[in-house]
């Protein structure tokens, strides 16, 4: 009766992340044609549901992924070392800066916190490329749709920048045009001359940023290779350098 139950409930579960697999699917093909489309008019609505989602399809996905012991029971290897914790929150921070340029126009937006949106969610992509890396030893082949919501946050990471970019060009272009007195070249150097200095304060906030993260990691005895030990401290993942896991739940 109990094997029956279990049978029951593992089917069942299958059987939703077939349904998330469809979803995450579709929710890929419809962000792929919010990158081509000069407007969408639910392209925030899509991006979220692909953000929250794609995070219960990840988690599903990646915990029935894992390989199976010898007494039917499916081991769960930390992939980052829960001693470098901070780095959970360099996450967050990723998705709350993203989240603040999908919502909010660049005129809305101060330079400082747009260039800080922009680090973050910058940090956030070489976090998940380098995570990606990370669990590709342990990942069934049936089960590499999980690289969907890798791919996803890449592409609405690239996409939410692009646009934000775009509407800081309009920005300074609405600026040179309502001054009169500048010629055509004037306009030209002009409008140059403000891009490349927007984007070098993008660059310097962004390194300010990372010295800042490094420093906080310092702070709190983690030190400056903490975001590189939270890979390498674990067992049997693509950067361990252990063999056996030393964490198991």
């Known amino acids: 009766m109990l094997f029956v139950f279990l049978e029951f409930i593992i089917g069942d579960i299958f059987f939703i992340v077939d349904i998330f697999k ?3 699917l579709i929710l890929t093909i419809w962000n ?21 989602l794609g995070a219960v399809f990840y988690y599903l996905l990646f915990n029935i992924s894992l390989d199976v012991g010898d007494n039917g029971s499916a081991f769960y290897y930390r992939t980052l070392s ?5 780095i959970d ?8 800066g993203y989240f603040i340029l999908l919502y909010n126009k660049a005129n809305k937006l101060s330079p400082l916190l747009s260039a800080l949106s922009i680090g973050t969610v910058v940090i956030l992509n070489i976090f998940q490329i380098a995570y990606a890396f990370q669990i590709s030893v342990h990942l069934q082949d049936s089960n590499k749709l999980i690289y969907l919501y890798h791919a996803n946050i890449l592409l609405m990471s690239a996409r939410v920048i692009y646009r934000h970019m775009k509407e800081q060009v309009e920005i300074f272009r609405n600026r040179l045009t309502e001054n009169e007195d500048h010629k055509k070249v004037g306009h030209i150097s002009n409008k140059i001359d403000s891009l490349s200095k927007y984007s070098l304060f993008i660059f310097v906030v962004f390194l300010l940023l990372v010295a800042l993260i490094e420093l906080i990691f310092v702070l709190l005895g983690q030190g400056l290779d903490a975001p590189i030990k939270a890979f390498t401290e674990t067992a049997d993942w693509k950067f361990s350098k252990y063999i056996k896991p030393p964490y198991l739940k």
């Open 22 to 24: 469809t979803i995450m």
């Open 32 to 52: 792929i044609f919010n990158c081509i489309a000069d407007d969408s008019k639910i392209e925030n609505l899509i991006s979220s549901l692909t953000v929250l």
């Open 82 to 86: 829960p001693e470098y914790w901070l």
């Open 89 to 96: 929150y360099v996450v967050v921070l990723g998705f709350i």
